[in-house]
């Protein structure tokens, strides 16, 4: 099988890699949103950690690390470019069938994009609890 | 200059040797004669390439040239054996436990424990054994598993992912002993270790030309014929070819590659294997010193000269297959499929699947250099730190977090 050009361009190139301290370090920073999904037996495991701008709620930065395949590296890496300055609820507009199509996944490789979504939601959904905010009502990701 | 990409996939196939090619290409235009063809030069001189080539394979396994059934590879081998065995020697009328019992094992090939499960479904009980935490099947677990229905024994002589040997001469002694069929399916073994089915216990043995430096499209089934003799219920009908065994058009060209391939291997084998042995023993060494971490899967020592089979915690394989694209391998990592699933051998022995989802097999041949293997010593060592960087898993290791502690959201 081989890889689409975007995908081999954000695996060997991936953006925003990193945190912005260790789980332990921002447990209690409310300007930063942790979002760890997948697990290591099904080999995806994702991170992502979002600093928002609380007065606005716009994310200023997103940082990722990732434990997957080239398509997961790259749904990832791609995530945190597309969230960054978006507010916390635009970014929850992004759908997983947007990742497909821009790294242009087949069909056997969309669970990595499902897992970039909710990696978003998951992020998301702890800066809202950390702030108290109204956590969002949406439909649970498809499960997969 | 090394040439890229560089193979170490020969588990999965092997580079025709060009010997090989030049003893088949008379047979694909003057020498293209049916061997079937009784009463004319054509047929005569076909014939003849066919049965040098019987000699040579016999040569190479111990045994006789009569007792050799060609076919076209070694899923072919397998369901003749092991579908014909147990049709030839079930139990009639049945008994309470069905048709008969087979034994094999958990982390055989699919063309070996596809045919078992076809026959479960057509009333056979079966028992697939658990190997050890090392990958190998001993006698003393087959012995355990044996049944009075017991009517064939079916364990690979060594695992394809692994490499790992199996005790083939104790369980073929312990089949012969209970009176039980006994086959195995060298495909990995046949050309780069010594064979001798007398002494090995063997009843059937199957093997395949395209993973000892022959062509694809051809393999073969040893049928020993004393003590005792064993009978096959065909399972291709036709012109009776292969005293019955096996219908169809002999595959000529084929036949002849695969026969000079044996004489080769019965050739070159003990120098290969010498030098193929070092060069395993460095990558995995190497590596494991570069890379903490680390481990190899199977036994360390009873395994194939070229198969090495590593696991690097906390980077998923096909992850790492794209990061070494200069470096044609394997994983144990099941990403493509659509199960998620890793590898059901690693998981056999008990590998985490964590584990198993961060494995390479790399397996080297013939042609493979010391050169190539330092390119991947180096190529892999930087890959593996690169996604480390990269990967959730090793920073909570780095923060003495125990991965199998946490509470994973399935998915």
């Given at each position: 099988?081989?890889?689409?050009?975007?995908?081999?361009?954000?695996?060997?190139?991936?953006?925003?890699?990193?945190?912005?301290?260790?789980?332990k370090d921002v447990k209690d920073r409310k300007d930063i949103g942790v979002g760890m999904v997948g697990?290591?037996?099904?080999?995806?495991?994702?991170?992502?950690?979002?600093?928002?701008?609380?007065?606005?709620?716009r994310i200023q930065d997103a940082k990722f690390k990732c434990f997957?395949?080239?398509?997961?590296?790259?749904?990832?890496?791609?995530?945190?470019?597309?969230?960054?300055?978006?507010?916390?609820?635009?970014?929850?507009?992004?759908?997983?069938?947007?990742?497909?199509q821009e790294l242009s996944l087949p069909p056997v490789k969309i669970h990595c994009s499902v897992l970039a979504e909710d990696s978003i939601r998951a992020a998301i959904s702890d800066y809202k609890k950390k702030n108290g905010l109204a956590a969002e009502t949406h439909a649970a990701a498809e499960t997969h | 200059m090394l040439k890229l990409p560089i193979y170490m996939d020969h588990a999965a196939t092997t580079p025709c040797d060009p010997r090989v090619v030049e003893a088949m290409l008379p047979y694909f235009t003057e020498k293209f004669g049916n061997a079937g063809s009784r009463n004319h030069r054509f047929g005569w001189e076909a014939e003849d390439g066919m049965e040098q080539a019987r000699e040579q394979c016999a040569k190479l396994l111990g045994a006789d040239s009569k007792e050799i059934v060609f076919t076209s590879g070694s899923t072919e081998g397998n369901n003749l054996a092991i579908k014909g065995a147990a049709e030839m020697?079930?139990?009639?009328?049945?008994?309470?436990?069905?048709?008969?019992?087979?034994?094999?094992?958990?982390?055989?090939?699919k063309a070996a424990l596809d045919p078992v499960k076809r026959l479960m479904k057509q009333g056979f009980d079966a028992t697939f054994i658990q190997p050890g935490q090392d990958g190998i099947i001993t006698a003393e677990m087959v012995k355990?598993?044996?049944?009075?229905?017991?009517?064939?024994?079916?364990?690979?002589?060594?695992?394809?992912?692994?490499?790992?040997?199996?005790?083939?001469?104790?369980?073929?002694?312990?089949?012969?002993?209970?009176?039980?069929?006994?086959?195995?399916?060298?495909?990995?073994?046949?050309?780069?270790?010594?064979?001798?089915?007398?002494?090995?216990?063997?009843?059937?043995?199957?093997?395949?030309?395209?993973?000892?430096?022959?062509?694809?499209?051809?393999?073969?089934?040893?049928?020993?014929?004393?003590?005792?003799?064993?009978?096959?219920?065909?399972?291709?009908?036709?012109?009776?070819?292969?005293?019955?065994?096996?219908?169809?058009?002999?595959?000529?060209?084929?036949?002849?590659?695969?026969?000079?391939?044996?004489?080769?291997?019965?050739?070159?084998?003990?120098?290969?294997?010498?030098?193929l042995v070092k060069l395993r023993k460095r990558l995995e060494s190497s590596l494991q010193k570069n890379l903490e971490v680390s481990q190899v899967n199977g036994h360390a020592d009873k395994r194939l000269p070229h198969i090495a089979n590593i696991s690097f915690g906390f980077v998923e394989g096909e992850g790492l297959m794209m990061a070494i694209k200069d470096i044609a391998c394997s994983s144990g990592s099941a990403c493509t499929s659509a199960s998620l699933e890793p590898s059901y051998v690693l998981k056999?022995?008990?590998?985490?699947?964590?584990?198993?989802?961060?494995?390479?097999?790399?397996?080297?041949?013939?042609?493979?250099?010391?050169?190539?293997?330092?390119?991947?010593?180096?190529?892999?060592?930087?890959?593996?730190?690169k996604l480390r960087e990269l990967s959730p898993l090793w920073d909570m290791h780095k923060e003495g977090i125990d991965i199998n502690t946490i509470q994973w959201a399935a998915h």
């Open positions: 099988m081989a890889y689409s050009d975007k995908v081999i361009n954000h695996y060997e190139n991936p953006r925003n890699v990193g945190n912005f301290g260790t789980t697990a290591p037996e099904c080999g995806d495991v994702m991170q992502l950690q979002i600093k928002v701008d609380q007065a606005t709620g997957g395949c080239g398509s997961a590296i790259a749904s990832s890496s791609l995530a945190t470019e597309w969230i960054k300055g978006r507010t916390v609820d635009e970014a929850l507009q992004i759908k997983n069938t947007d990742i497909v | 020697y079930e139990k009639k009328p049945a008994g309470q436990t069905g048709r008969g019992h087979i034994i094999t094992a958990q982390h055989e090939h355990a598993a044996m049944r009075d229905d017991t009517i064939l024994v079916s364990i690979m002589w060594a695992n394809n992912e692994l490499g790992t040997i199996n005790e083939v001469r104790e369980i073929g002694r312990l089949c012969h002993e209970k009176g039980v069929i006994f086959h195995t399916d060298a495909t990995q073994w046949v050309g780069k270790m010594p064979v001798d089915v007398s002494k090995d216990n063997i009843d059937l043995l199957t093997w395949s030309g395209h993973k000892m430096y022959g062509p694809k499209g051809v393999g073969g089934l040893y049928v020993r014929r004393r003590n005792p003799r064993v009978r096959l219920v065909s399972q291709l009908d036709g012109g009776g070819q292969e005293r019955g065994f096996r219908s169809g058009t002999h595959n000529i060209t084929g036949i002849v590659g695969l026969g000079k391939a044996c004489e080769i291997c019965f050739n070159e084998m003990d120098a290969d294997g010498a030098r056999a022995l008990g590998v985490g699947d964590e584990l198993a989802h961060s494995s390479l097999r790399l397996s080297m041949g013939r042609w493979t250099t010391d050169e190539q293997v330092d390119f991947a010593i180096e190529k892999i060592t930087k890959a593996v730190n």
